[in-house]
């Protein structure tokens, strides 16, 4: 067996095992408490929007109505920039946590390979 730089001989798999369960178990528990922290609000969002409100203008839905002159509908904001850009700030960390929960449990389910013992079989 030839020695690597990052893979020295002296290191078993149980302890490579050990140190990737460590590390994916170490990134789940930060993504759980960062998820909890963003809910609870005493940590902000990732800010990835910054998107004007959604404003639709009746008079162009209606057309021309000659009995209201000049001063037609105005312009309705159905959803204001405030809450749309949260919304979306909160579903974006919501899903980036949860890729990351997703890495840490794979980092996991590797160390915890590394760590079994491989038992020979019997036909």
């Not at 690597?4 to 490579?16: E, F």
């Amino acid at each position: 067996m030839t020695a690597c730089i990052w893979y020295p001989v002296s290191m078993s798999n149980r302890t490579i095992g050990t140190v990737l369960l460590v590390t994916g178990l170490s990134v789940m528990f930060y993504s759980a408490l960062n998820i909890i922290f963003v809910f609870t609000r005493q940590w902000d969002p990732v800010s990835l929007f910054a998107f004007k409100g959604i404003i639709i203008d009746a008079s162009q839905l209606t057309g021309t109505i000659p009995l209201l002159g000049k001063t037609g509908p105005r312009p309705m904001e159905l959803l204001s920039p405030d809450i749309l850009n949260i919304l979306l700030n909160y579903t974006a960390h919501y899903f980036l946590i949860g890729f990351l929960v997703s890495i840490g449990g794979k980092v996991s389910k590797m160390g915890i390979d590394l760590m079994k013992e491989e038992k020979p079989r019997t036909p």
